[in-house]
């Protein structure tokens, strides 16, 4: 198992020189990977380059794109040109999106999102392997009257899913590389996420899936100050249908009941929680509720974990 963390603040958009920045510590640090989130701001992808390409030796990725809104002649291009950039480090995370974003932002309908997911994977898989499609499907279309290759990109882009519901899982462990889960806690990922995704990949014939958990988390003497932020925080959560029912899965209430805070030794327990439920990595997120200086702590103890696991 490895270890990384989320690069955007939960609080504010930090500058690219920032970020970069924050992406030397986490690396000095010992952490394997770095993330970045895609809302309206930023293209992760592009700045997952820049980073990759300033932070030599730094796994870097996206969790994740929406598949409303994109197309997936355009996503390879942005991820094999991250991929030659970063010499080989970078990673393509997707996602559903939520009706929300989706109607409001892009004036799309949210139909069939199950269908689209589909039909993207199947179309981006030859793009990146060959640079080459020829798709025809019921919501979209993808061809290539040259070719789409990007030279350096290699090895191919690992692609993961932010699924979690059963059809998603089902179509990512027949199309995806691995799924991105969040606020999955151990229960849900050994219980749901880890069987189903696991069994569609065996089905298709394809590797056992990477299951990249994405954890809240910070390690703090301000235990009950930094639940509260995070109650704040992941609030919005608790209002979309497959969040609500993988906190649910989780045993918890809330999505903050998810979040692990506290001291070290039981912020390292919970990190072995979710290898054992069957997380191949843990990816912290939020680690900036508790100000820098809890930061820095969290970073400081994932690092230590991800020695302790190469070295073990």
Same mark, same amino acid.
């Given at each position: 198992?490895?270890?990384?963390?989320?690069?955007?603040?939960?609080?504010?958009?930090?500058?690219?020189?920032?970020?970069?920045?924050?992406?030397?510590?986490?690396?000095?640090?010992?952490?394997?990977?770095?993330?970045?989130?895609?809302?309206?701001?930023?293209?992760?992808?592009?700045?997952? &380059?820049? #980073?990759?390409?300033?932070?030599?030796?730094?796994?870097?990725?996206?969790? &994740?794109?929406?598949?409303?809104?994109?197309?997936?002649?355009?996503?390879?291009?942005?991820?094999?040109?991250?991929?030659?950039?970063?010499?080989?480090?970078?990673?393509?995370?997707?996602?559903?999106?939520?009706?929300?974003?989706? %109607?409001?932002? +892009?004036?799309?309908?949210?139909?069939?999102?199950?269908?689209?997911?589909?039909?993207?994977?199947?179309?981006?898989?030859? =793009?990146?392997?060959?640079?080459?499609?020829?798709?025809?499907? %019921?919501?979209?279309?993808?061809?290539?009257?040259?070719?789409?290759?990007?030279?350096?990109?290699?090895?191919?882009?690992?692609?993961?899913?932010? &699924?979690?519901?059963?059809?998603?899982?089902?179509?990512?462990?027949? =199309?995806?590389?691995?799924?991105?889960? +969040?606020?999955?806690?151990?229960?849900?990922?050994?219980?749901?996420? #880890?069987?189903?995704?696991? !069994?569609?990949?065996?089905?298709?014939?394809?590797? @056992?899936?990477?299951?990249?958990?994405?954890?809240?988390?910070?390690?703090?003497?301000?235990?009950?100050?930094?639940?509260?932020?995070? @109650?704040?925080?992941?609030?919005?959560?608790?209002?979309?249908?497959?969040?609500?029912?993988?906190?649910?899965?989780?045993? @918890? @209430?809330?999505?903050?009941?998810? &979040? #692990?805070?506290?001291? %070290?030794? !039981?912020?390292?327990?919970?990190?072995?929680?979710?290898?054992?439920?069957?997380?191949?990595?843990?990816?912290?997120?939020?680690?900036? =509720?508790?100000?820098?200086?809890?930061?820095?702590?969290?970073?400081? =103890?994932?690092? %230590?974990?991800?020695?302790?696991?190469?070295?073990?």
């Amino acid at each position: 198992m490895t270890l990384g963390v989320t690069l955007s603040s939960t609080v504010r958009q930090l500058p690219i020189d920032d970020t970069v920045r924050l992406a030397r510590e986490a690396r000095d640090a010992g952490l394997h990977s770095a993330w970045f989130g895609q809302t309206f701001a930023y293209d992760s992808p592009s700045l997952a &380059a820049i #980073v990759g390409r300033e932070v030599p030796g730094l796994q870097v990725g996206t969790s &994740a794109i929406p598949v409303f809104g994109r197309h997936p002649l355009l996503v390879s291009s942005q991820a094999q040109t991250a991929q030659a950039a970063t010499g080989g480090r970078y990673h393509l995370g997707l996602a559903l999106g939520t009706r929300h974003l989706t %109607e409001t932002g +892009f004036g799309l309908p949210y139909e069939r999102p199950i269908r689209l997911l589909r039909e993207f994977l199947t179309a981006l898989r030859p =793009l990146l392997e060959t640079g080459e499609a020829d798709f025809h499907g %019921e919501l979209l279309t993808a061809t290539t009257p040259y070719s789409a290759a990007v030279p350096g990109a290699r090895p191919t882009v690992p692609v993961l899913v932010a &699924a979690m519901g059963p059809q998603a899982l089902r179509v990512s462990g027949e =199309l995806a590389d691995g799924v991105l889960p +969040f606020l999955a806690g151990p229960r849900a990922l050994a219980e749901h996420v #880890v069987p189903a995704v696991t !069994a569609a990949a065996e089905a298709a014939g394809r590797p @056992a899936p990477r299951i990249v958990a994405l954890v809240p988390g910070v390690v703090t003497a301000d235990v009950e100050g930094v639940r509260e932020r995070a @109650a704040e925080a992941h609030a919005l959560y608790e209002r979309i249908p497959s969040y609500q029912r993988v906190i649910e899965l989780s045993g @918890a @209430a809330r999505a903050a009941d998810l &979040a #692990v805070i506290g001291d %070290e030794e !039981a912020v390292a327990a919970e990190v072995r929680r979710y290898r054992e439920a069957g997380a191949t990595e843990v990816v912290f997120t939020s680690t900036d =509720l508790g100000g820098e200086e809890d930061r820095s702590r969290t970073w400081k =103890l994932l690092g %230590e974990l991800s020695r302790q696991e190469e070295s073990g």
